[in-house]
């Protein structure tokens, strides 16, 4: 497993926050994603070769937010 620290702009609130987990959640290959409110960013645990960074950033647009 790896992990990794997007940055997502336009998270306001826990709805915001379950948006973006569940955007990639659903993901193949994301074992885990836990937004930091305050930070503005979201930590993702996940496997390499099932699934990229590109695909993550993605999946959180299509949800509705900014990633940096």
Known sequence: ????VINVEGMTCNHCKMSVEKALTNLA???KAEVNLAAK?????FEPGK?????????????????E
């Open 29 to 31: 290959g994301v074992n």
């Open 51 to 67: 699934v990229d960074i590109t695909a993550m950033k993605n999946a959180i647009t299509r949800a509705g937010y900014e990633v």
């Open 41 to 45: 960013n979201v930590t993702v645990t």
């Open 1 to 4: 497993m790896d992990t990794t």
